[in-house]
């Protein structure tokens, strides 16, 4: 396994970006490039810390699983970093990760970021001033993370890796009541809460069902289930618990 620097990560993303038909500023609408993608994608709820679950058949039918108990900038950040999994990651192999993200969850992680929080879509957003001043402001961060549909703490990050802010920058966010935040500039809450449970993307067929109607069960369940699916051909299936990017 190559573990990408994160210019390559940059670029990897960036290369998905114009092959999906989007520029290097809009937002990703994971829904909708799920559908456009052909990607059997379900929500449902898994256990604490175990954010999503991918696999590849023989066939090239890919499927994702996204813990519906995370709130929804969480889970499209899940879909992202299931995407690099499918599309990317060059020795996939049935595991479930533990908590720590190195290795292919390191790798997904960077791309999930680079991919939903481009470079030049987040530079276009700050302030000349906020750039002089190396202060990016609470209004900025909010309006940034309601247009990529990130979470919090998946922004201030990504600001870091980008050198947009310092450690003590991003410890001082960290402090601030997200929803109340959120709320106190008249934004809709939706992305700080959970949701999305039962919700279906794509065509499912039989085996799927009985995914869609196992509720909640363990992970290691969840991935027999999905080696069903894929009639035991499953080339790749895991649970991330990704650290780093909660
Ligand atoms: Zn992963």
New binding site residues.
Partial sequence: MKRLTILEAETLAGKFRSEIGLSQYEPVNAKTQLRKLNITTMYRPLSDNS??I?CRSKSGKKFILVNSNSTRGRQHFTIA??L??LFYDENPSPHI?QGVATG??KN??MFASALLLPREGILSMIDKDEIIHSKIKLATVLRMEQMYQVSRSNLLLRLKELGLMTESQVKSFQAIQVKESAREYGYELSLYEAGNEGLVIGDFGEKARLLYESGKISEGHYIELLNMITDGQGRGV?????GGHT
Avoid: F, M
């Fill in positions: 954010y999503g991918s970093h299931e690099y999994h990760c292919e969850e997904a992680n895991r649970a991330s618990r990704s």
